[in-house]
């Protein structure tokens, strides 16, 4: 009987001992910068969003067809897609500030085990979690930085039109306007590229993912 | 209750029930592509299936059933051509409890129409009776796809919060939203047909803002 009940408290062990591995303080982070990364990936659908109603924008105004009034269109979506982008800087901050938090929490929690195991079972968790989320962090980077370049492009093209829109400066501007909405297009595609991952990462971080 | 108070519940009411007000198809196609990317990705969506379908519903429906009555939806329909997906016919529906299990809630639909003649039934702007269609929850992401999930009329997926709902599929009109079609393909007169089997063309001012979908479907 007492040999069976220690294999079940080892099998039990097993089971448990990946649950375990974090405790409640960076239990609770970790659900905090969950939260935090379905913010962040909400508001780079609303970016995505409004560099289509761009594209589209631009697209009418090489086309001469100004029907639909898309210049001043185009000035409102570009100046709420500035203001997505801040939000995506401060929630990007607010999610690798959590990041920083979870770690030392996690980290602190290692420093109080006393089984041999068990420590070097979650630092190897740890070591994973905060290669994953490097992972993440290098692609934000990258992609924060081409948005800067793009806004720059769209800033610049808004400013030329207003101080001169005719379907004559329209013409004359046709090959930044190309790629304007080339950057666009790549921005887009690259959007859900991160999202992917960031969807990935937050599974991570919230202990759901199958892997 | 005094008639002041009677005529702005009435107006309420009367408010509550009327059926959704098309959007434009500029904003109805970033909304799709954000309501399909999100199935894919949270593998919601069985993307075999997808590609077995003759025709895919995306739509939002705001629902309104608990003790009111009805729910209104805004989206697209396209479907398989020759050539790869169609352009993108802007449709509402109307009336019915379509996906929607419990009142007040937003609920975004992915249908996938596994058949012509279902595609057909979309387009013609029907009436769906509440047992005048088979459909059932599609088969999530990564599950095997079998004969009979390919064989019927419609494979549906709801997303509500992340919220996991049965479907209660019926009783709701689909209208074809003409104005926004008339003003997306830049014709007075498109049909839904025409768009669907190609020989409407989307308009090159439209194709960058539509790649993102198409690219999404593959």
Redesign the interface.
Known sequence: MKQALSALSILGFAFVAPLQAQNSDSLGIASDQATSMDKLDQLMGRAQKRLEYIMTNLNELTDGNDKNNNFDNFKDNLEELKSIRDDIKDRVEKVRDLQGQRIAAWTKEVSGMNDKDMRKLTNDQIDKAKADFDALDKQMREIGGDANDLTGLLDDLQKYFASSFSSDSVNAAKDRIEKAKTSARDMVKDVDGLRDTLYKNKKIVKGTNSQ | MNPLRKILLASLLAGLALPACAESL??L???A??IF??FK??EILNMELVKDAKGIVIINVTGFSIGIGGSGGDGILMARTEDGWSGPVGITTDGGTLGIDVGGTDNDLVILLMNNGAVSRWASGEHFGSSSAQAVMGPKGGAAVDATMKNRDFNVYIWNKGAKLGVNFGGFDVNINNEGNANYY?KPLVSAKDILNGAAKVP??????L??LY??LK
Do not use: F, I, Y
């Open positions: 500029d904003k196609v970033p909304q592509a954000e990317g999100r990705r949270e830049d090159e001012s439209k194709k960058d803002s790649s993102r690219d999404l």
